[in-house]
């Protein structure tokens, strides 16, 4: 392959990427895949090369059934903070895939990896946690390139995952992850769809040399989260 096909690939996939809830078809994964994409998620960079994440596999149905019945409860706590038409806009929109997706992977943040000085945690605590996203979005992109949906369910009380899972008190559990083969990817972000929120302009969010100047170098007009 040549380069710009390299990074025309690369671009594809980061804009294909999804946050996936529906399409799981709950086929069985490759273990050569999973690999490929855990390892694909070591490979982020670190704060200090402290590679302060864990990923836990989940391929249990009861864990997952567990953990599905926690998030119901959570998302019934949400909805109840919501006006009635949010409420009812909130009640068709799917927030988990846990049950449908082939399994799930739980990244874990250990700030104690690495220390005492962490070289370049000095002055920002919160490098490590930043870390483990990026090894999270590693995995995600890795993911979407081998044709593998992700959804990052937020609807848990970190303890709860903690007991359920036997994590170390001194971990946070930062994302539970359903991850899979899907039927397809879609083209606009399930929350765009349903018209809970829109996408904003890269415009909107590029300042020039100080907060709140347009910035000239960019026109706006591509835009992709979700």
Not at 72 to 83: I, P
Not at 198 to 212: E, F, I, M, T, Y
Request: hydrophobic share 40%.
């Amino acid at each position: 392959m040549h380069d710009h096909e390299h990074v025309a690939g690369l671009y594809e996939t980061i804009h294909r990427r999804r946050d996936v809830r529906d399409q799981f078809t709950g086929e069985a994964v490759r273990p050569e895949v999973l690999e490929r994409v855990l390892a694909a998620a070591h490979a982020a960079p670190s704060v200090g090369l402290s590679q302060p994440w864990d990923f836990v596999v989940i391929d249990d149905p009861a864990v997952k059934l567990a953990f599905w019945h926690h998030v119901q409860e959570e998302r019934h706590d949400f909805a109840a903070t919501l006006e009635p038409a949010r409420a009812d806009l909130f009640a068709s929109i799917s927030i988990d895939g846990v049950r449908e997706s082939s399994l799930s992977l739980v990244v874990t943040y250990d700030r104690d990896r690495g220390a005492p000085g962490v070289l370049g945690r000095h002055s920002i605590d919160d490098a490590g946690l930043y870390s483990v996203c990026l090894a999270i979005e590693n995995l995600w992109l890795a993911a979407t390139a081998q044709n593998w949906g992700v959804g990052w369910v937020s609807f848990y009380r970190e303890e709860f995952v903690r007991r359920l899972l036997g994590i170390p008190e001194a971990l946070r559990p930062v994302a539970w992850l359903c991850v899979g083969p899907v039927s397809a990817l879609e083209r606009v972000p399930d929350l765009e769809r349903h018209g809970w929120r829109s996408r904003r302009a890269l415009s909107d969010v590029v300042h020039h040399n100080r907060w709140g100047r347009p910035c000239p170098l960019v026109s706006g007009h591509i835009s992709g989260a979700g």
